[in-house]
């Protein structure tokens, strides 16, 4: 007997908002949390524009302690961890020093980890002073860094891994602890993902020239998905973290519940037929949707809201046309659909993360929040689906299914389908 | 340097990394890192990269292995003070 999966808690460390209330006001009247990064245009970037979260000393204090505070350089770590502990709490759960709960896991994805901390490690090392790295730098360097810190944290007994798959992260490790929770192989899954800020990260996609160069001057507009003027994505960070409970679970315990997961796919395209390291193989795109929404066993036409990955290069109108043909949805029949990146630039692999918290958050309201920076909708996208379908001001709506689909570096896919939850 | 005065720089040093704050209430000679304070065993070369820097001193390896409680590390210390 497979279990039902429901969302009991929801954490989100995001460019525009930090916490759950400030995110949501944020995403709800379109606020950009992107700015000019002098950091950037020092070392002479072509995009000098980013979306880094605002943490204060202050706050760190509240999650570490002042031992895990010394020399740590992880952004990722940090925005991960606050994500998750919130999420924690806002299930309800406690937070308990003594003893090890085997019924939760976590699987917290990220791209790479404590990029700042291995450079400064690079550097002693290089003058020769490996001695003198101090006990940190594995910890905070080891892809599993967020979830290890995080196990600690929270005294996780069952499995505790982090999952990596570019762009495609966070919406697969809510997956792959659906799954498991599914399976009857743990009650609580806290997954989601993070990602890194800063130049270390963001140079190698600087220098892929899929970076805008164009908005220096106007960061809050720089970040165009579905935009004519989109003109390459705006590099973010931060963290978000869902709270993925067996529905006994749950109501065993009174806990709220934001939403179910009904299901979703991941595949790959296997860098043919158009795929590559960096493009999608379309037919891939369709077939991971279609199968969503086979495993969710619902009817595209049910969809009411599309969440995409749409990260403001040109590959935009590609993924709509993609949504167009999996759904077999066009025109005034396709289903409202929205970028969350508009406000929070590209958060790279902590994106499907945040913008299923986003996703969620809409869900549970009843509203769908604006796309910004697309009033000059691309002519292709035009073509195929109404533009009304793109809500540039936040609507009341009821809305009952959610689909949030990523896309990643090596032609991985991965889609997941949220349901208002009814007993 | 004074017993005393080495042992008040000694507790500055180990006090972010201490678990057991009445052992270190209490931090005498005869104080254990592991045992008495709880200091994580991975913490200790963070302590004694601490020790370098405060004294202006380098504890090679098998020194730095010795250095488990207070006094072993006083009687480094000292050591390594009267080779400069």
């Known amino acids: ?423 | 340097m004074k017993k005393n005065e080495l042992i008040e720089s000694l507790k500055k040093i180990v006090k972010p990394y201490i678990q057991d704050e009445v052992a270190f209430e209490n931090l005498n000679e005869d104080t254990d890192f592991i045992n008495d304070l709880k200091i994580n065993s991975a913490n200790l070369v963070d302590v004694i990269l601490d020790v370098e820097d405060e004294f202006d001193i380098e504890i090679d390896n098998e020194a730095m292995e010795k250095m488990l409680s207070v006094k072993a590390a006083m009687a480094i210390i000292e050591t390594k003070l009267s080779e400069k």
Not at chain 1, 102 to 111: H, K, L, Q, V, Y
Not at chain 1, 272 to 281: C, E, I, L, V
Not at chain 1, 320 to 333: D, H, Q
Request: charged share 20%; proline share 3%; with cysteine.
């Open chain 1, 1 to 423: 007997m497979k279990k039902r999966v429901v969302i009991t808690g929801l954490g989100v460390v995001a460019p525009n908002g930090v916490g759950l209330s400030d995110f949501t006001n944020a995403i709800k009247n379109g606020v950009s949390g992107i700015r000019f990064r002098q950091e950037l245009s020092a070392l002479n970037f072509s995009c000098c524009i980013g979306g880094i979260p605002t943490i204060s000393e202050e706050k760190k204090s509240e999650y570490f302690s002042e031992l895990q505070l010394r020399n740590f350089n992880s952004s990722g770590i940090l925005y991960g961890c606050i994500a998750g502990i919130d999420a924690w709490k806002d299930a309800g759960l406690s937070m308990d020093d003594e003893n090890v709960d085997f019924d939760s896991g976590t699987i917290f994805g990220t791209g790479t980890s404590g990029v700042e901390k291995f450079r400064e490690a690079i550097y002693k090392l290089d003058d020769k002073q490996v001695r003198r790295l101090g006990s940190t730098v594995v910890a905070q360097t080891m892809a599993s860094g967020v979830s290890a810190y995080l196990g600690g944290m929270l005294g996780l007994g069952n499995q505790v891994s982090t999952n990596s798959s570019a762009c495609s992260t966070g919406t697969e490790a809510i997956l792959m602890g659906f799954e498991r929770i599914k399976n009857g192989k743990a009650k609580r899954m806290l997954v989601g993902s993070c990602s890194d800020h800063g130049p270390y990260l963001w140079g190698g996609f600087d220098a892929m020239r899929v970076m805008t160069y164009k908005h220096n001057d106007s960061p809050e507009q720089g970040s165009r998905p579905m935009s004519a003027a989109a003109s390459g994505f705006v590099p973010g960070s931060g963290a978000g973290a869902l709270m993925l409970e067996s529905l006994e679970s749950a109501l065993e315990r009174n806990a709220i519940i934001y939403g179910e997961v009904l299901g979703g796919a991941v595949n790959s395209g296997g860098q043919r037929n158009g795929g590559t390291m960096t493009a999608p193989n379309a037919e891939a795109v369709q077939r991971c949707i279609k199968d969503a929404i086979d495993d969710a066993n619902i009817d595209a036409n049910d969809i009411d809201l599309i969440n995409g990955h749409l990260t403001a290069t040109i590959k935009d109108p590609d993924e709509i046309e993609n949504w167009v043909t999996a759904l077999n949805r066009a025109g005034t029949n396709f289903p409202y659909i929205q970028s969350t990146k508009s406000m929070i630039g590209h958060c790279l692999a902590a994106a499907g993360a945040i913008e299923s918290v986003a996703s969620i958050i809409q869900l549970k309201e009843g509203f769908i929040v604006p796309t910004i920076n697309c009033d000059d909708v691309h002519p292709e996208i035009v073509k195929i689906i109404d533009v009304d379908k793109i809500p540039k001001k936040c609507i009341q709506k009821e809305l009952n299914l959610i689909a949030k689909a990523s896309f990643g570096f090596g032609d991985v896919n991965a889609c997941v389908i949220f349901k208002k939850f009814e007993i």
